[in-house]
T-cell receptor, first 112, second 112 residues
Framework: AQKVTQAQTEISVVEKEDVTLDCVYE???????LFWYKQPPSGELVFLIR??????QNEISGRYSWNFQKSTSSFNFTITASQVVDSAVYFC?????????FGPGTRLSVLP | DGGITQSPKYLFRKEGQNVTLSCEQN?????MYWYRQDPGQGLRLIYY???????QKGDIAEGYSVSREKKESFPLTVTSAQKNPTAFYLC???????????FGPGTRLTVL
């Protein structure tokens, strides 16, 4: 079965702290894609990153970084020096073939 | 500008009435999707379509119907058979081949 788990339901941090959002996935496919999306209070999901199953290279984009480890089926997301504008719900997602499955989301609150 | 539009943003209907939610995209994407999101929950797939005049049921298709007569349009009808239709509905589209989905701004449906 294909499944995405985000064990952290809610996280609160103080501005400028670093925070890591966990994502664990299950799939039997050898070819798959992983994604992170941000959902601000407005509701629209914003695409952040895509990773395919053959590329385990970590990626950094500004204050955001992603750690993909196939050995542990994890695709974790770290925000460095968090800001109030980072407050949102973050979803991890798995694509296998034409199907997508989303995790339940992690609500991040960054306090000033 | 390229993107996905959903209308209306807020929709109120009386119990027992069918209602149709609009989704249009000008990204030339082949695949389109409808998701439902309940408060504090992740996204659940209602229907998806990979090509014009073809669509597939998702995990929670009961009480919903769709059509795909044009590549750009994928309207969702919430029928009176849907027992608990009040929710936030998100439409998405993607190109083939493992790429990410892009989302519209969503429609918040409230059934009174």
């Amino acid at each position: 079965a294909q499944k995405v788990t985000q064990a952290q339901t809610e996280i609160s941090v103080v501005e400028k702290e670093d925070v890591t959002l966990d994502c664990v996935y299950e799939t039997r496919d050898t070819t798959y894609y992983l994604f992170w999306y941000k959902q601000p209070p407005s509701g629209e999901l914003v695409f952040l990153i895509r990773r395919n199953s053959f590329d385990e290279q970590n990626e950094i984009s500004g204050r955001y970084s992603w750690n993909f480890q196939k050995s542990t089926s994890s695709f974790n997301f770290t925000i460095t020096a968090s800001q109030v504008v980072d407050s949102a719900v973050y979803f991890c997602a798995l694509r296998y073939g034409q199907n997508f499955v989303f995790g339940p989301g992690t609500r991040l609150s960054v306090l000033p | 500008d390229g993107g996905i539009t959903q209308s209306p943003k807020y929709l109120f209907r009386k119990e027992g009435q069918n209602v149709t939610l609009s989704c249009e995209q000008n990204l030339n994407h082949d695949a389109m999707y409808w998701y439902r999101q309940d408060p504090g929950q992740g996204l659940r797939l209602i229907y998806y379509s990979q090509i014009v005049n073809d669509f597939q049921k998702g995990d929670i298709a009961e009480g919903y119907s769709v059509s795909r007569e044009k590549k750009e349009s994928f309207p969702l009808t919430v029928t009176s058979a849907q027992k608990n239709p009040t929710a936030f509905y998100l439409c998405a589209s993607s190109i083939a081949g493992g790429r990410e989905q892009f989302f519209g701004p969503g429609t918040r449906l409230t059934v009174l």
